[in-house]
């Protein structure tokens, strides 16, 4: 745990804030809950972890009063939890800001803070005076430093979800859920967060901590509780628990270390697949790189510096202002995603939920949708056909699932994104473009998701790896960083932890090893540091 986490205010003893026992909850043959426990203690930060389909979104829903449990109970200071249709009550005693913000986004942050309770004038008319006024008082005392004026929808997403908090507290309720709160946010953001986490605690504000990042659950949680297979398996003091234990907890097993470092060298006389010359946008400029086949390089660097833009062009997603790509020899065709199909372009979009899935489709019709072509003719798609392709994609993928007809929205997070990988590879693409592969899965989907990247590597697919994971990026022949829309550095398999961040930050370190000889910067050293224990923007040290 870092020094700059704080001690819950009542780590042992007393009455728990939020508790809750024997909870169960089945969905028809379904058990989505068997035997969920979780105790909170006034003022801490606690985690709740547990690889998808664990059961966490489940004990939420009923922490939160959106349903009741079959089974046991749930208690605020030691009373009985509200009748669920006194949303009121709820309201006072907990809410959750959601990876996906529930604000309005058209609206002002004032309106946002008091939708369906504005303060009234004379006729019963809203006074917006008022409403400004209270708006303003609430963002000061909870020190959220934004405009009450401002419309939500041009906020940052970090000030977006304190001003979410800041809604919930104006209620009266002190036990804040944060449902994945960092997967939009780069990793200052990230720390900004946690700083207002801290000071927030302080305050005596409690929360309930959800992450895939376990090193985020190091850096500012002081307990952690794990469910595996809908059941509670263990809650212990976070600075008391190993990374190492805390993922044989999560997975039920002992997760082995990744082998990439023993793989082989792309070989020299491996043609170029992907060819980019002077590649320009408002995002990045002068971009030179290729990849062969059989290779996979990375694409690291800050939330501004252009890599998700240069890697969503490949798809076809973008139009660059100048420059050329040749895939296989062919011209690539920019701003025309059918067209970057045709030319053999996978890709894995940076969000699942909004580019990824079509929700109300089953998971064959997700995974087949890119090539419906093999399967019929003249538009005519045979069932059984279709049927058949996406079983073979199910097994190859691993996705945990009654078959094929079943709906992608009733899968785990982890097995969902497994389908948008299964679409990428349905059409045995060229080039492979991973953005964010892994975001938001717990660690043995990761691990599956990664094979599958050494798994096209290895079939002579040339592979751009875009990611914000250290764990990513070393399984990587070559690292490319990008600062500032630039190409500054090239590092080889192999690097060290300081040298990537290095050029990320745009510093240099002595004695490193990369490709590029102009790095930006002031020349400042960037010493080693001790794994697990810093976190840098546009990559998260592991340790």
Not at 44 to 59: D, F, I, M, P
Not at 87 to 104: E, G, H, I, N, S
């Amino acid at each position: 745990m870092t020094k700059s986490a704080i001690e819950p205010v009542a780590a042992h003893g007393g009455v728990p804030l939020v508790e809750a026992t024997g909870i169960a909850k089945r969905y028809g043959p379904t058990v989505a809950l068997q035997d969920g426990r979780l105790t909170v203690r006034p003022g801490e930060s606690h985690a709740l972890v547990g690889r998808n389909g664990a059961g966490k979104s489940t004990l939420v829903t009923i922490l939160t009063g959106l349903q009741a449990p079959d089974a046991g109970t749930v208690t605020f200071d030691g009373e009985p939890a509200p009748p669920l249709a006194d949303r009121d009550a709820w309201r006072r005693k907990v809410a959750c800001v959601y990876q996906r913000p529930t604000v309005v986004p058209e609206l002002t942050v004032a309106e946002n803070l008091f939708i369906n309770r504005q303060p009234q004038g004379r006729g019963g008319l809203i006074s917006w005076r008022r409403l400004k006024a209270e708006a303003a008082e609430v963002l000061r005392t909870w020190d959220v430093h934004v405009d009450p004026d401002a419309r939500t929808a041009d906020l940052k997403v970090e000030d977006r979800q304190m001003v979410e908090i800041a809604r919930a507290l104006s209620f009266g309720a002190r036990f804040i859920v944060l449902d994945e709160p960092t997967a939009q946010l780069d990793n200052r953001e990230i720390e900004r967060l946690f700083t207002r986490m801290r000071a927030l605690q302080e305050s005596g504000v409690t929360f309930l901590f959800i992450s895939h990042h376990l090193q985020e659950v190091y850096e500012v949680c002081q307990t952690v509780t794990v469910l595996r297979d809908a059941r509670w398996i263990t809650t212990a003091p976070v600075a008391e628990l190993p990374r190492a234990a805390l993922v044989e907890a999560m997975a039920g097993e002992a997760v082995a270390e990744s082998k990439d470092s023993a793989r082989p060298e792309v070989p020299a006389e491996a043609p170029v697949l992907l060819d980019v010359r002077g590649l320009t946008s408002p995002s990045y400029e002068n971009v030179d790189l290729t990849v062969r086949r059989g290779e996979v390089v990375g694409l690291a660097g800050s939330s501004g510096s252009g890599k998700i833009n240069l890697a969503e062009s490949f798809a076809g997603l973008h139009t660059p202002t100048a420059g050329t790509a040749l895939l296989d020899g062919e011209p690539l065709t920019f701003g025309d995603v059918p067209a970057a199909l045709r030319a053999g372009v996978g890709c894995v979009p940076r969000d699942r939920h909004g580019e990824g899935l079509v929700y109300g489709m089953s998971i064959g019709d997700n995974a087949t949708m890119t090539v419906l072509g093999r399967l019929g003719r003249y538009g005519f798609v045979g069932s059984d056909r279709k049927r058949t392709f996406a079983g073979g994609l199910i097994k190859r993928l691993d996705i945990h699932a009654e078959g094929p007809d079943q709906p992608v929205s009733d899968l785990s997070g982890g097995n969902a994104q497994k389908v948008v990988m299964a679409r990428a590879l349905a059409s045995d693409p060229r080039l492979l473009v991973l953005i964010n592969p892994t975001a938001g899965v717990d660690v043995k989907s990761k691990q599956s998701l990664l094979a599958r990247v050494d798994h096209a590597r290895d079939d002579g697919t040339a592979v751009l790896v875009v990611s914000d994971e250290l764990d990513d990026l070393r399984r990587c022949d070559r690292v490319l960083v990008l600062f500032h829309g630039r190409v500054v550095a090239e590092h080889a398999a192999g690097w060290h932890d300081h040298e990537l961040i290095a050029s990320i930050e745009g510093v240099t370190v002595p004695g490193a090893h990369s490709g590029a000889a102009d790095r930006p910067g002031d020349g400042s050293q960037v010493p080693p540091q001790a794994p697990g224990t810093a976190r840098t923007e546009g990559v998260e040290r592991r340790g």
